[in-house]
């Protein structure tokens, strides 16, 4: 089994995230994708997220309605500072047959060396990731050569590049309330509205 990984704080979970994994299924012919909610992203400015309960169930409400895409809470679970290395530790565990990938956007690729024991990333997992813009693709096989040679990374990167859509741009939209639904799940624009998220 072919099984990936897709970590991120999800705040909110956008179209761009599902047709980034969407994609990778086609291309990588994944069997599942695992969604995994940090419960504090390192390296980032957390102030604006909301809790962990919502980022979950934002997840499994854009989510239900694809047979090879799950959510994880294991990081919220385990708390404090959410490192991908250890829940590639753990997936490594609970599937120790299948081939592992991690799914990350371009941006987390160019950085990953600032990242918690990154090589251990490099050396348990396949890393998927796609260029943001017509720009990035040549940045993205760059940094994968460098990688390659430095650390024996194995990565793939697809060549069409996935819309350069933000979460951040997704808060500022419902701040000015401006209309989401082109760009979420309508579940998950009804669960930000009931619950008067990002206001």
């Not at 089994?1 to 897709?6: D, L, P, R, V, Y």
């Not at 957390?46 to 090879?68: F, I, Q, T």
């Not at 859509?165 to 939209?173: A, E, P, Q």
């Amino acid at each position: 089994m072919k099984t990936a990984i897709f970590g991120g704080s999800f705040n909110p979970i956008h179209n761009a995230h599902v047709k980034l994994a969407s994609r990778f299924v086609d291309e990588a012919l994944l069997d599942s994708v695992i969604f995994v909610p940090t419960f504090v992203t390192p390296l980032k400015d957390n102030s604006s997220v909301v809790s962990s309960e919502h980022r979950l169930k934002m997840c499994e409400l854009a989510l239900k309605r694809y047979d090879s895409f799950f959510v994880s809470d294991v990081e919220i679970k385990r708390g404090g500072l959410s490192y991908s290395s250890d829940t590639i530790a753990y997936f490594k565990v609970l599937y120790p047959e299948d081939d592992l990938f991690f799914i990350m956007g371009a941006d987390m690729f160019l950085t990953l060396e600032k990242w918690h024991e990154f090589q251990y990333i490099f050396d348990n997992v396949t890393i998927l990731t796609a260029p943001r813009d017509d720009c990035d693709y040549d940045k993205l096989v760059k940094k994968f050569e460098y990688y390659k040679n430095k650390y024996n990374a194995k990565v793939y990167i697809t060549k069409e590049y996935i819309e350069d859509l933000s979460s951040t741009s997704i808060r500022d939209m419902i701040l000015s309330e401006a209309d989401i639904s082109a760009y979420l799940d309508k579940d998950v624009v009804a669960y930000i509205v009931k619950h008067g998220l990002y206001r």
